[in-house]
Structure formats: structure tokens, C-alpha cells
């Protein structure tokens, strides 16, 4: 019922969760991209799609907030999640960028469980906006996304240490640092999508 | 007339415009780095100098913004606007210390694009600081910044791909992909600019 | 007497004092880790767990915020600070994690300066966090913060020659590389709190 008296409110629940579903799209590209005998090209540009259209959910959003006069909660949050939810997406496009840019074709295998772990992310993360509303069942969100991060970092640590052994020539290291290091970052991204999550459940509670 | 009652308020839009003349002064000591034998040390000395004087102009504001009970558009805005054309300096500096710093006197030619590129924004952000205050002709000033922005990306690109291209030693690869980075965070810093004009003149409109 | 009517102030500073001590711890262990025959693992483990308490202060700092009705400034100003300190033990914590990985033994003398400094900057800061309940003495703090922040770039610019002399080999360029330029990063977070201690101060007086 009090959906009727708030339509306007309504609205920024429903485009959080179309900008976690870009996350869910783009993560899953981004795990195609790592499969054997992938087309760089081909799976590079429906990644760059899929950020186009999580840019315009982004403006979408911004719009709305100024040009909103009652939003569901404080504006500045409104902006930290979208800019949030924003900045996983260019960093997973950043990732298959670089991949296809580096011509990279031999990545240590501990990789793919990073990207793996980038998709329980993005999934969680889309499962958890609709909550936003009634603000129910997001600490076990925020709790396990901090989980996935710390396994994370542990495997990313692994991932360099690989990387690092004398394995590698160092021309390779170089590009696969770049791209083991966007990987850690769009995780570190993920995070703080759900700490602004924390914050803003803390402050309506 | 308004400006008569709001004399305070026209010092802001005077700074920001310093603060932007501060950024066409830097993208010219920038390109004359890169020019053929140019005295490195001399004019990195002169880049320095600039970056001083634009870091005065944003202590001027940030000290205005906080001692001033009635500011022209949201204080928050004002430190972002600030702290963004500032951002700019500071990238553009240091662009010009890592060549010097790492010696470097063969770059790829495409660089030179990139550093055009930066002027022209330069410039364009120079020609639309006045008009925060009539708001007028902003939305032109956004559009050929993002439009500038997209075509430096693709340069960029292009310009990595050279760089990895097996042409040049490991090292050189080192120190050639940190400049032309540090170059594309510039042109970046230059839409984040451009993305806070937008957001200002959005919620004043 | 005041702090008798004031009591919720008063833990602020409290706190602020505590995550600061965990900074002069901070950069206590990351001297330790660059003395001859440190055991890397062991000092590592050490600073993650000076790591965890620091995040733990970070979060009650938080926590609060959201749940006082009065603070002693700014709510905006009392989160940058907190995540300014924030930001430098993550820093800290991210050289020592780097020796540790890229199993580095031998660096530019010259290293040892800029951990000394960071030293500096964390008793300083460590000293000047009570007085934000006075607003006395900070200006002699940020000054001085800011003089060390200077005398660091120098000596980085010094590293940064020293690496790039030829003298290492590319692999040990790219690792030395990424420790100095955190050691950098770590000591203009400090530079960062000292600007928002300014910020504050210039707002309260």
C-alpha cells in the first residue's frame, strides 16, 4: 500500500536492480572471454554493449536524483551505489579490454576462479537490490560478499605469486599483472558496492 | 543587476576560470615536453612552476568555499569542481616528470594525438567556466568533452597495442605504457570535469 | 567541564587518536620488514593483525556517525578523516604484503627514508588527533605533514632514477617499482588526513 503514495521511490529499486543485472551479463561475458578458443573480438564488443547499457542506467539513475525532491534515501547514497554499482562494470570491461588488447592467450588457471567469484558477486549483488525496499535479508548479502573478497584477495595473492615464480617471461608478467590486478579491483569494487549497502541499511534502521 | 546583490558569488566563476587558464598554460608546456629536442629539465621546471600556481587557485577556493555562507551553487559541488580541474594539473605534471624522470626521448607518434587532444579540452574548459554563471552553452561543452574523450580512448588503444607491439625492449614498455596511462587518466580527468558541469547545471536548470 | 555536557564528542576523539596509534604501529612493523634477516612471514602476519585492529576502529568511527544525532563536526568531515587513516594503513599494509610476495631482498638504499618519514608522519599525526577537541597546534601539524610529503616526493624522484639506471633487471624494475610507488602513495594518504585536519579547522574557527 504504501507503494501507491510513493510511486516515484519505486523507481530507483527497480534500476538498481537493472544496473546488478548488467553486472550479471557482463560477468558472465567476461567468463567467455577466458574460455578456450574464444573470439576476442566478438565477445570484447557485446562486453562493451553490455556497458553501454549499464552507462545508461547509470544516467538514468543520476537524472532521476536531481531531478527527484523525496528520494527513498539520502541523495549522496543514491549516487555512492550507482557510481558503485558503475564502477564494477567499467572494470570488467577493463579486464576483457586489456585481455583482448594484450593478445593474451595462456593465463595461470587460478584465474578463472577469480572470474568465477566475480559471478557469485554479481549475482548476489543483483539478488540483493529488490531488498533494498524493505531493507530485509542485506546483512547476509554484505556478509558474503566481504567472504568472496577475502577468498579474493587470498587467491589473487596466489595468482602473483604464480606469476612472479620465474615462469613467466617478463614482458607476459607485465600484461598479466594488468589483468590479474583489474580482476582484484572489480572484486575490491563489488565490495564496496555492499558496503554502501551497509552504510545506507544502517542509517535507516 | 543579480550580480549587484550577489557580489560574492561572482568570485567563484573568476577562480574557476583561472583555475581552467592554469590547465590551457599546462597542456602547452606538455606538448612543447614532447617536442624534438626539447630541454627537458627546463621545461618540467616550468610545469612545476604552473602546477604551483593552480594549486594556489584551489586553495583560494577551498578556502573561500568554507568561509562563505551563501555560495552560487551546492558547496559540495564547488569542491568537486575544484578538486576535479585540479586533478587535471596534477596529471598533466606528472606526465611531464616521468619523461623526465625515466629519460625517455622516443615515443610513439601517436602520442602527440593524445596531447592535442588534451589542449583542445583545455581550451574548451577554459571558453565554458564563465558560463557557470549564466548556465548558457554548457551543454555544447559536455558533449565535444565526452565526444573528445571516446576519441582519445580509441588513440589510447591503438597506442598500447604499438607499444606491445614487440618493437620496443621490456623496459621501454615499462616506462612508455606509464606515460601514455598517465596521459589517457588526464583526458579522463578532463570528462570528470565535464560530468560535474553537467550534474551542476542539471540541478540549477 | 564541557566534556561532562559533551560526553558523545568526546569518544570521537578518542578514536581518531586510536586509529592514528595503529598507524605508528603500522609503520613500526613495515621499518621491521626492511631491516636484514627479517623474517619476512612473521612480520607480514604481524601487520595483517595491526591491520585488522585499525579496520575494526575504522568501523565503530562509522558505526557511530550513523547512529549520533549530534557530532563535534561536520558528519561528511568525521568519515574522510576516518577513512583518510583508513587509507593509510591499507597503504602500509600493502608494501609490506608486496615484499613479502615478490620476495624482494635488495632495495635502494634510499628506501629506508621514506619508511623513517612515514614514521614521522604517524607520530605526528598520532600526536595531533587530540587537539582536533581544542582545534590548538594543528596548523604546526599539517605544515610540517605537508614539508615531509615534499621532502618524500624528492627522495622517490631519487628511487625512481636509481631504479631506472640500468642497474636492475626488468623483472626487479617492475617489483621495485610498485614498492616505492605504494611507499609514495602511503605517505601522501598522510598529506591527505593532514589536508582534511585543515579543512576541519579552517570550518570550525
Excluded at 553486472?23 to 573470439?39: S, Y
Amino acid at each position: 500500500m504504501g507503494l501507491r503514495f510513493r510511486p516515484v521511490e519505486a523507481t530507483f529499486y527497480d534500476q538498481f536492480t537493472e544496473q546488478a543485472n548488467h553486472l550479471v551479463t557482463g560477468a558472465r561475458i567476461l567468463a567467455e572471454m577466458l574460455a578456450d578458443g574464444a573470439d576476442h573480438e566478438a565477445v570484447a564488443q557485446r562486453m562493451r554493449d553490455a556497458e553501454h547499457g549499464a552507462d545508461e542506467t547509470t544516467h538514468a539513475i543520476i537524472r532521476k536524483v536531481n531531478s527527484t525532491f523525496i528520494t527513498p534515501f539520502d541523495r549522496e547514497d543514491i549516487y555512492a551505489l550507482a557510481s558503485g554499482l558503475d564502477d564494477v562494470m567499467d572494470m570488467m570491461d577493463e579486464v576483457v579490454d586489456m585481455i583482448l588488447l594484450y593478445e593474451v592467450r595462456l593465463m595461470p588457471a587460478e584465474v578463472s576462479g577469480q572470474v568465477e567469484l566475480l559471478q557469485r558477486c554479481a549475482d548476489l549483488t543483483a539478488a540483493a537490490m529488490p531488498n533494498l525496499r524493505s531493507m530485509q535479508s542485506l546483512e547476509e548479502y554484505w556478509i558474503e560478499i566481504n567472504r568472496l573478497e577475502n577468498a579474493g584477495d587470498k587467491n589473487h595473492r596466489r595468482i602473483l605469486a604464480n606469476i612472479f615464480s620465474g615462469d613467466y617471461k617478463t614482458i607476459e608478467v607485465l600484461k598479466l599483472k594488468d589483468i590479474v590486478e583489474a580482476l582484484e579491483d572489480a572484486i575490491d569494487a563489488f565490495e564496496k558496492v555492499a558496503n554502501t549497502v551497509e552504510q545506507i541499511a544502517v542509517k535507516e534502521s
